[in-house]
């Protein structure tokens, strides 16, 4: 397993959706910043963990969230003078309260001024990442995940700011720098970190006994020896079963450390 190229590359925000968020948290030094100081503006007196979306919404203009049969996830509509935010009916709790505040997202855009950027790639990432922080906000979250390192610590972290495990497990790795991956039918779903199977990538066969451990419904954790680009070193693995016989969370870190 190498380390994710990826990781090392600086993003390169080129849209009008980016320079809107830029202008909207003068003095950021970059989108990333950007986006953390206005979902804090937005956070103020609202409270978290779990993030009350409805006091954002308000905030916003939004008329209310809706239930509806949608080809998509979620949409923003107009509603007489505010904005109402749809969301699919067949959403879980946790996907739907992601795709409500991804779509508060583009609810702060509209409150930008005319010519509004509605469409783009750059736009949808941006807007998940205001989710991200507004379910998740930095400081809440590094509070809450004090202890442990561990996938226990995730679960609980999901269950306790109404968050998928993916996104808390993501927002985990981002935040306390180890790589936090699941896999499904011996192939990576998803995951991030310096040292992660890539998705849909095979399970590296040092993985294998704990994985399929996990798979039998038993967590457990050891020590694997992986190469990185510049070294070889000792890095513990802890997996532990999602749902039973079909899907494992795993936590890589450097052995001897967090």
Known sequence: MQQSKSQNRKKVWRSAAAQRVLKLAAGSRTVEEAIEIVAKQYLQDVACPPTDLDSIGTKLGITGFESADLAGSGELRKDGDGLRVFYSNYLSVERRRFTIAHELGHAVLERTGTHVPRFGKELERLCDMFAVEVLMPKERFVE??????STQRI????RQFRTSVAATGLRFSELYGVSVFACQD???IWGKGKIRPAKNAKIDESFRP?????????????EVFLSSTTSFRR?????RPLALGTSVLCLLRPAGGR
Do not use: Q
Request: charged share 25%; with cysteine.
């Open 144 to 149: 809450y995940a004090l202890g442990e390192v």
């Open 155 to 158: 679960l609980d972290l999901a």
């Open 186 to 188: 011996s192939r990576v």
């Open 210 to 222: 704990l994985i399929d451990k996990a798979l039998g419904g038993e967590a457990g954790s050891d």
């Open 235 to 239: 890095w513990l693995i802890e997996c």
